[in-house]
């Protein structure tokens, strides 16, 4: 009797542990599929980064060129 109750207890945990694992393979599941949001998320913006980079430097190479000795106003 106490062979079968020990055989009980030890199946009651295998029973828990397994409703466990498959909580953490849902949990796992969408951890990963929110890194590869993020990852999408990240690669967007550093993309959009280096356009707006692009631009201002464009602007900036655009700009007129002026004398490194700006003279001071004699008033």
Known sequence: MANQNHIDQIAERVERLLVRY???QRTNALLTDQVEALTHERDSLKSRL???RARVDALLDRLPQTDAAVQKDPS
């Open 22 to 24: 498959g909580e953490l």
């Open 50 to 52: 280096n356009a707006a």
